[in-house]
């Protein structure tokens, strides 16, 4: 005689969940498919490419070799007494994790819609891939910073602290919480308003610029454009990051304070518009 079995035998999905609930023990339960999805990211993105992945250390020297012309040796803009090469290669990667972060994430819905309209699964997963793919991408530059540092070291120039590199872990961190935030803030609200994707690549320019990434805070010397610039929430990761590596940044407790809170908010509140968005996003995507 057969016994009945106690467990159920389906499983009843609704949109009838609480805002402030972000089901994190249902994205732990879906952790396989966020790798899923980073490798499958991952492997799409170089499909096709003659040199595949070997775009991911031509990309960030070409990028910073052009920093080094234009900024360095035309502009004759100073790095605080860094090597032009590390300063601008290094200050890419830790910004191109961040900015990657919040483009990634602010086109969860609109570039996800077709996969969200035919299966359910935890949305969380899409933006926690894209930091896994962008985690990835930064070690490759971390490395590359690493071995043209041992280049300058072998001349006598001393530059980087390796020993303080695990101080990059809480500033990954940091950057994920405010990049991921912001993206799934711009993501829940293009959703409704496509129109709004066209700025966000405009906005990202404008935010490139005015962040210290081609150059140190130091380097700043208006006193109004100054204070305005530290409005800037991508600021004090920055320098913090630059400290952590050289030993040089313009680092205040006030600014790492204000830019902690700052990006806790933003996360928070992206987290609430997206968890209110993903119940009823289909309808109007």
Same mark, same amino acid.
């Not at 919040?102 to 935890?122: D, E, H, Q, V, W």
């Not at 891939?129 to 490759?140: R, T, V």
């Given at each position: 005689?057969?016994? #009945? ?61 052009? @920093? @080094? ?28 994790? +961040?900015?990657?972060?919040?483009? &990634?994430? !602010? !086109?969860?819905? !609109? ?6 309209? #035919? ?35 072998? &001349? ?20 994920? +919480?405010?990049? +991921? ?29 005015? !962040? ?29 990051? &630059? @400290?952590?590596? @050289? ?39």
């Amino acid at each position: 005689m057969q016994k #009945k079995s106690n467990t159920p035998y389906h499983l009843h999905i609704d949109a009838d969940v609480s805002s402030l609930s972000l089901r994190l023990g249902e994205v732990w339960h879906y952790r396989d498919l966020i790798w899923l999805h980073t490798r499958k990211n991952f492997v799409v993105r170089y499909k096709q490419t003659i040199l595949g992945p070997v775009w991911l250390i031509i990309n960030p020297l070409l990028s910073a070799i052009a @920093y @080094y012309i234009v900024f360095g040796r035309i502009a004759g803009m100073g790095t605080g007494g860094i090597p032009q090469l590390l300063f601008y290669i290094s200050g890419n990667a830790f910004w191109s994790f +961040m900015s990657g972060v919040m483009l &990634r994430c !602010s !086109s969860t819905f !609109s570039g996800n819609a077709y996969l969200f309209g #035919k299966i359910y699964f935890p949305r969380l997963t899409i933006p926690l891939s894209n930091i896994l793919i962008h985690l990835i991408e930064f070690a490759i530059q971390l490395a590359i910073t690493i071995v043209i540092s041992f280049v300058y070291l072998a &001349r006598g120039i001393h530059a980087l602290y390796y020993t303080h590199l695990v101080g990059l872990i809480p500033l990954l961190l940091w950057a994920a +919480m405010l990049g +991921m935030g912001l993206g799934i803030i711009l993501s829940g609200l293009t959703a409704k308003y496509r129109d709004l994707s066209i700025l966000i690549g405009i906005g990202t320019r404008v935010w490139l610029f005015a !962040s210290p990434v081609v150059y140190p805070l130091s380097q700043v010397r208006d006193g109004i454009i100054l204070k305005i610039i530290r409005f800037n929430p991508a600021v004090a990761p920055l320098e913090l990051f &630059r @400290y952590v590596l @050289y030993g040089v940044g313009d680092v205040t407790p006030g600014s790492v304070l204000y830019s902690l809170i700052f990006s806790a908010a933003v996360l928070i509140a992206g987290l609430l518009l997206f968890n209110r968005v993903e119940r009823t996003f289909i309808d109007t995507i």
